[in-house]
């Protein structure tokens, strides 16, 4: 069964480095990958990689878009291994774009690699090692580790309301894994929230 936006058409755009896998992110999201700044786009995704940092022409298109006041979010992609932090990414993000939120951070298992999300808005983890991705309540030890990520959270979402993300004046850092599909429901969700330029 399709969402109600399933049909709809949505002009998106994905910004990046090679290295965060700008094609790979526009085909899984059916978007295009843009190398300057595109006004005539319903949503900007900006793609970056823990490893490899924000280039300076993904920077500017960024600083380029303030104008339009078009919906931008950003995905961290490279996330597979325990050397690649989304906390840092967010916090490099945070300096050169401007500040974004993060409802959802990374849970690793034992080994290390991510493999869930927990939800800061009711500390529901997404548990993407099952398959479809388990929803369950997480555990008193996930709720004092993510503590201050989710007072940070609710202090920055406290005077926007519901459409603060397809106004353009909200930007959500989300985690992702093309591989796993870690994050991927989660873009998608955003992406349902935008009005179809059709």
Do not use: C
């Not at 700044?37 to 878009?65: C, H, K, M, R, Y």
């Not at 939800?119 to 529901?124: A, C, E, G, S």
């Not at 008193?140 to 202090?155: L, W």
């Not at 979402?157 to 850092?173: R, V, W």
């Amino acid at each position: 069964m399709s969402s109600p936006s399933a049909n709809s058409v949505k002009r998106i755009h994905v910004y990046g480095h090679a290295s965060a896998s700008p094609q790979a992110l526009a085909t899984a999201f059916a978007a295009t990958v843009a190398h300057s700044p595109q006004d005539e786009s319903d949503l900007a995704i900006f793609a970056i990689n823990p490893s490899a940092g924000v280039d300076q022409l993904t920077i500017e298109n960024w600083a380029a878009l303030d104008d339009f006041q078009i919906p931008r979010l950003v995905v961290v992609n490279g996330l597979d291994g325990q050397e690649l932090d989304f906390e840092d990414a967010v916090m490099v993000a945070n300096r050169v774009f401007t500040q974004l939120i993060t409802p959802y951070l990374v849970l690793h298992d034992e080994n290390g690699e991510p493999t869930a999300l927990i939800r800061l808005q009711d500390l529901q983890i997404i548990d993407y090692s099952k398959n479809p991705p388990a929803i369950h309540a997480s555990e008193p030890e996930h709720e004092e580790v993510v503590r201050e990520f989710r007072e940070e959270y609710f202090e920055l979402t406290s005077e926007m309301d519901d459409g603060a993300f397809a106004a353009g004046i909200l930007f959500p850092a989300i985690p992702i894994n093309l591989l796993t599909g870690m994050g991927v429901d989660v873009v998608r969700s955003y992406i349902d929230l935008l009005p179809s330029s059709s």
